[in-house]
Structures are given as C-alpha cells and as structure tokens.
T-cell receptor, first 115, second 114 residues
Framework: ETGVTQTPRHLVMGMTNKKSLKCEQH?????MYWYKQSAKKPLELMFV???????ENNSVPSRFSPECPNSSHLFLHLHTLQPEDSALYLC??????????????FGPGTRLTVL | GESVGLHLPTLSVQEGDNSIINCAYS??????FIWYKQESGKGPQFIID?????DKRQGQRVTVLLNKTVKHLSLQIAATQPGDSAVYFC?????????????FGKGTKLSVIP
C-alpha cells in the first residue's frame, strides 16, 4: 500500500449505530487530519493530530470522536449520528516542519450515509 | 471570516483548448497556495503549489499564477484533455500562524467537451 488509505470506502448506518472510520498513511508523515466534504461546500477541517497529539478540534460535535494511536493511523469513531452528517469523510497527512509549507496528501475518502 | 473562494462554480472547455480556473483569497497573510484536483469518487490530488515569493510556477501542462496585489490565484491547463474533467480546489496556508492548516475554496467543476 502506498499513500493514504481509508476504510471502509462506503458506509451506511442508522442513527443509533456505532461505527469507526480508519485511515492509514504510508508516507512517514507526522500530522494527520480529518475533513468533512459535503455537497457544494468547501472542505471542512474537523481534527488535526501532530505527533499523535490533537492540536485542532474545529467545534466538531461529540458524536464524532477521533483517535490517533500512532503517527500512521487515525480513526474516527461515530455514534448517534444525524442524517445531516452524511458526507464524504477525507483523511489527509502531511509533514509540517520537513519544509516550511504544509502540502497535504489525501486518502480516497469514506462515503457515509446516515439513515 | 477570511476564506478562499472561487469565481465560477462550473467551467466547460472544448478538448484541446486551454482552461483557466480562478481563485480569490482574502487572507493577505497567506503565503502558500495549492491547487488540488478531485475526480469523482476520489480524494483530492495535489497538482501544483506556489509560494508567495513567486508569481508564476509551471508544471506539466499546468501553470499557476499568483497576483498578491489583488489576492488572486489561477490555474491554467494547456491542451485540456477529457481526463482533466474534475473539480479543482485552491487552498491557502499562512505558514507563519504555525497551525499548518489549509483553507479550501468551494471548487470549480471542469467539464471537457470531446
């Protein structure tokens, strides 16, 4: 595997379900990100982890719970979601500090549908 | 708040013609800009970037122009091909803020007419 991978690629869940999204990066990066992409809206940054420590939480509802066990893996735990949470969830990674600028590499995303 | 935006949501171009996709940004402190391409069912893919100490940068069939005076960024695609059909996003970063966060625009959908 190369780059940034995400599983599952598609997920359908009910509002009472609990599920988790997984992201893995094979680039040796130390920062990982979760974004939400809804139709006709800009990418919304949800969480940022740098060296496994959460550095940003952009007012995300508590029904989204991130976990970063190491610099290569990132999870997004989902529970009691709402239909408006249906979107494409993208994971990205980067290596800030390697250069002065922060090019982010994205995974293919998980298409989430909440019924 | 400060944000990155796009002038046109859609753009249709004849195959073989050149495409120009525009982006306006409002944060004058931004010093790094990236263009991403997102094909249907895929995540955004890096195309080209530019730092604020430059006004032009060229890649393979793509050129990014930066006009800091009017806070405008453009992506030029030469000899547009059907495989160029996608949504294109610009993103900006203020490296001095230390947050390593990119701010994205809404995107322009490019459709190439065969």
């Amino acid at each position: 595997e190369t780059g940034v991978t995400q599983t599952p690629r598609h997920l359908v869940m009910g509002m009472t379900n609990k599920k988790s999204l997984k992201c893995e990066q094979h680039l040796g990066h130390n920062a990982m990100y979760w974004y939400k992409q809804s139709a006709k809206k800009p990418l919304e940054l949800m969480f940022v982890y740098n060296f496994k420590e959460q550095t940003e939480n952009n007012s995300v509802p508590s029904r989204f719970s991130p976990e970063c066990p190491n610099s290569s893996h990132l999870f997004l735990h989902l529970h009691t979601l709402q239909p408006e949470d249906s979107a494409l969830y993208l994971c990205a990674s980067s290596h800030p500090g390697l250069a002065d600028y922060n090019e982010q590499f994205f995974g293919p995303g998980t298409r989430l549908t909440v019924l | 708040g400060e944000s990155v935006g796009l002038h046109l949501p859609t753009l249709s171009v004849q195959e073989g013609d050149n495409s120009i996709i525009n982006c306006a940004y409002s944060n004058s402190a931004s010093d790094y800009f990236i263009w991403y391409k997102q094909e249907s069912g895929k995540g955004p893919q890096f195309i080209i970037d530019i730092r604020s100490n430059m006004d032009k940068r060229q890649g393979q069939r793509v050129t990014v122009l930066l006009n800091k005076t009017v806070k405008h960024l453009s992506l030029q695609i030469a000899a547009t091909q059907p495989g160029d059909s996608a949504v294109y996003f610009c993103a900006e970063e203020n490296s001095g803020a230390g947050s390593y966060q990119l701010t994205f625009g809404k995107g322009t959908k490019l459709s190439v007419i065969p």
